[in-house]
């Protein structure tokens, strides 16, 4: 269970934020929609007006009838007691369908500014926090949003009304309408005093709510390696315990709202049967007619329910907040990854410099420390070295996936930091080692980056990739559905369709991340072939487990805890007898060799 009580705790880039801030950011979201409610505002004014003088008009209406009875008398009440009841049902019918659209108006935009947070997060803001707890904020968390909106609204009609009950019952009645203003203050502290309570109730709720959905998502994810290895009985186990979590709190904060309007309806029935006595003292004794006394206690009524919903809107209100707490946190996040500047990029001519950089995922674990080394345009440069040395951190960083602690970072002798991000990355192509495809064909997914791209190029590019070959095994050639993250080709397939796709986009530096280190040799071939086209007359970086794809680079670059200790050609650096001379004589000869079995056997 330790593990689920860490999901409760605040993420990093959480924050509290006043009432007052929320309140005003709210208000910013709303001020687009000032025509619709302007028109929800007359609405409210109408309904309040209407519902207002209904009991009004009742009581003059008995005051009238006992001195005249005719039936005219009582067709003329009852038809304007009609007219009064159809006025408020439109009224309202309207205030309910404006506000309606500008509720979702309000929704949309906010669900579209976290998304937008998002995907414009760098990628070490998803290595820190769990992808199902970011989706519930953009998801749930922003529909429980509107309901603040929803209430916001009602609040506005309820005060409205209370304010014009409150005028008229002091025309009627002053004393007895004090004494009811001084009953109110209990009403609306009591509800007050629940307002931190519940504050801190939906907070864990809505935390509770997130581990689960990303418990549920990460399972989906890896259901294939859960059956891999037989533990669907502990995934279900884990998830028992994940939600019977989410029931108790989701228990606890259903109680603490249910609890609040017995208790406001208790001392709201207290002040009604002290009003009944005294009122109908003053009746008796014949300070109040029969029509006011009834108009009394019908406004009596009326005024103890705004009344109750205003209290008890600062309870229910927390749920909203806290949900527009934790959607403003998403958006509000602080980027690691910070530009000096946003310049636009016409043509790059790859050349890489990397001086004094200083660079770590956590503190007090550093990957570079004041790292320095060159890449002329067009060179392909290999890395090579054991697991964390570096190798795969230096292509993040040219990326500008991450943000370097000290030193620069220069392109083209151009700080990477002044450059606008979505134009420098049109000039940048990376094949990892795990492909992700999305959902649709193989040419939907080799056009990604080139939206717009002929049906003519992608194919062009898609024969480039191993003169074609792999595309005879594909049932609909580049018509073929990949199916969901490619579950419908092979592990080599799917990589032939990510080269292919930064074939078309024709970057000028190339990042080849171990991109054949999960495919058989003939796939290998094919991605070779791909290669020596790709990596010629642009700068490219190989990370490669893979001898058949470091020997022919034009200088291997050979690193160990983030410090270059070799560096050469593939026969300069074998004759060294160094570093690398161990690793092809314990790896890459025995892989070699075993490539060369495979190959034979197939």
Do not use: C
């Not at 030193?407 to 990892?432: A, C, E, K, P």
């Not at 049932?475 to 092979?490: A, C, D, F, I, K």
């Amino acid at each position: 269970m330790g593990f689920i009580m860490d999901g409760l705790d605040a993420e990093d880039y959480d924050r509290q934020y006043s009432d007052r801030v929320l309140v005003r950011r709210i208000l910013g979201y709303f001020r687009p929609q000032l025509p619709r409610m302007l028109a929800v505002a007359v609405a409210i004014i109408l309904t309040s007006a209407v519902n207002t003088g209904l009991p009004i008009f009742i009581s003059d209406g008995l005051d009238r009838l006992q001195t005249d009875t005719t039936t005219n008398t009582l067709l003329s009440i009852m038809a304007v007691i009609v007219v009064l009841g159809v006025l408020g049902w439109v009224f309202n019918a309207v205030r309910q369908w404006v506000s309606a659209a500008a509720v979702g108006n309000v929704t949309l935009k906010l669900r579209e500014d976290a998304f937008n947070s998002v995907v414009r997060r760098d990628l070490s803001f998803y290595d820190t926090f769990p992808s199902g707890k970011i989706v519930s904020r953009v998801t749930s968390d922003t529909q429980a949003f509107s309901s603040v909106v929803q209430l916001s609204t009602e609040l506005m009609s309820q005060i409205l009304l209370v304010v014009l009950l409150i005028g008229y019952l002091f025309s009627v009645n002053v004393q007895l309408t004090l004494m009811t203003l001084g009953i109110a203050p209990f009403v609306v502290l009591t509800a007050l005093q629940f307002r931190r309570i519940a504050r801190d109730t939906v907070t864990q709720s809505r935390r509770v709510n997130a581990v689960v959905s990303s418990h549920i998502q990460e399972t989906v994810s890896g259901i294939r390696i859960a059956k891999t290895f037989r533990q669907e009985k502990a995934i279900y186990d884990e998830f028992m315990d994940v939600n019977s979590q989410s029931y108790s709190i989701n228990l606890r904060t259903g109680y603490t709202f249910s609890s609040i309007f017995p208790i406001l309806n208790v001392i709201a029935g207290i002040g009604t049967a002290i009003l009944v006595y005294f009122g109908g003292g003053s009746a008796q004794i014949g300070v109040l007619t029969a029509g006011e006394w009834y108009l009394f206690i019908q406004g009596l009524a009326m005024f103890w329910f705004p009344l109750t919903s205003i209290a008890s809107f600062w309870s229910q209100f927390q749920l909203g907040l806290a949900a527009g707490e934790r959607v403003f946190a998403l958006i509000d996040a602080e980027p690691k990854v910070v530009q000096t500047d946003h310049r636009s990029l016409e043509k790059v001519r790859g050349e890489i410099t990397f001086r004094n950089v200083d660079f770590h995922y956590k503190d007090g674990e550093p990957v570079l420390q004041d790292f320095s080394l060159t890449i002329p345009a067009g060179q392909t440069l290999a890395l090579v070295g054991h697991t964390g040395a570096g190798k795969s951190s230096l292509g993040k960083l040219i990326a500008r996936f991450y943000e370097f602690q000290g030193g620069d970072l220069l392109i083209d002798g151009q700080d990477i930091r002044t450059f606008d991000l979505t134009s420098y990355r049109n000039h940048l192509g990376i094949v990892t080692q795990s492909p992700f495809l999305f959902d649709g064909t193989v040419m939907e997914n080799i056009r990604y980056g080139s939206p717009d791209a002929s049906e003519t190029d992608v194919e062009r590019v898609a024969w480039m990739v191993g003169q074609g070959d792999w595309l005879a095994a594909l049932p609909n050639g580049l018509q073929t559905e990949v199916g969901e993250r490619g579950t419908n080709l092979s592990m080599g397939q799917r990589q032939l369709v990510t080269l292919a796709r930064v074939l078309l986009q024709n970057p000028s530096i190339f990042i080849l991340d171990e991109a054949t280190a999960s495919v058989d040799p003939l796939t290998e071939t094919l991605i070779q072939e791909g290669l020596d086209v790709v990596l010629e007359n642009r700068t490219s970086i190989v990370i490669a487990h893979r001898l058949s794809t470091i020997k022919h680079a034009d200088r291997i670059i050979v690193l160990q805890q983030g410090q270059i200790i070799e560096e050469g050609t593939h026969e300069s650096l074998l004759a060294q007898g160094g570093h690398y001379a161990e690793l092809y004589n314990t790896y890459f000869r025995h892989q070699s060799l075993e490539y060369i079995e495979q190959a034979v056997a197939s």
